[in-house]
């Protein structure tokens, strides 16, 4: 029978207990997670969007919405409204600009006229376009 150590110096077979790499990978880790812990705690919240209510003509192909949008002050947004059809496939859309506005939380209301009749009206998504 060989000694353990034959067997390691004949084909080159090192045990090491060397955990550097260990250490260093999970330093980095760590490193990587607590940066972005700190970048996304520190992204702006203050934006949002609020439905209050939306009023369609039935069988009518114009329907209106209204909502509240919180944004910062000074920043212009922009809404995607979307309306759908009795299959619930789309069958209109808006983009409205929002101007800045001196609050942080301003109440619009929108009037799309769609292709076919509309079953009902959704602000599908509110963006910021200047910072």
């Given at each position: 029978m060989t000694q353990p150590t034959d067997y390691e110096s004949r084909y080159g077979i090192h045990r090491r207990r060397d955990f550097r790499?260990?250490?260093?990978?999970?330093?980095?880790?760590?490193?990587?997670?607590?940066?972005?812990?700190?970048?996304?705690?520190?992204?702006?919240?203050?934006?949002?969007?609020?439905?209050?209510?939306?009023?369609?003509?039935?069988?009518?192909?114009?329907?209106?919405?209204?909502?509240?949008?919180?944004?910062?002050?000074?920043?212009?947004?922009?809404?995607?409204?979307?309306?759908?059809?009795?299959?619930m496939s789309t069958n209109g859309w808006l983009i409205v600009n929002l101007p800045a506005s001196t609050t942080s939380t301003s109440t619009h209301r929108e009037t799309v006229r769609a292709v076919g009749e509309t079953r009902g009206i959704e602000v599908y998504s509110c963006w910021r376009t200047t910072f």
């Open positions: 790499v260990v250490w260093i990978l999970g330093f980095t880790f760590l490193a990587a997670f607590a940066g972005w812990s700190v970048w996304a705690l520190s992204s702006d919240r203050s934006f949002g969007l609020e439905w209050v209510a939306f009023e369609s003509e039935t069988g009518g192909t114009v329907a209106s919405v209204t909502w509240n949008v919180t944004a910062p002050v000074g920043t212009e947004v922009s809404c995607a409204i979307r309306t759908v059809a009795p299959s």
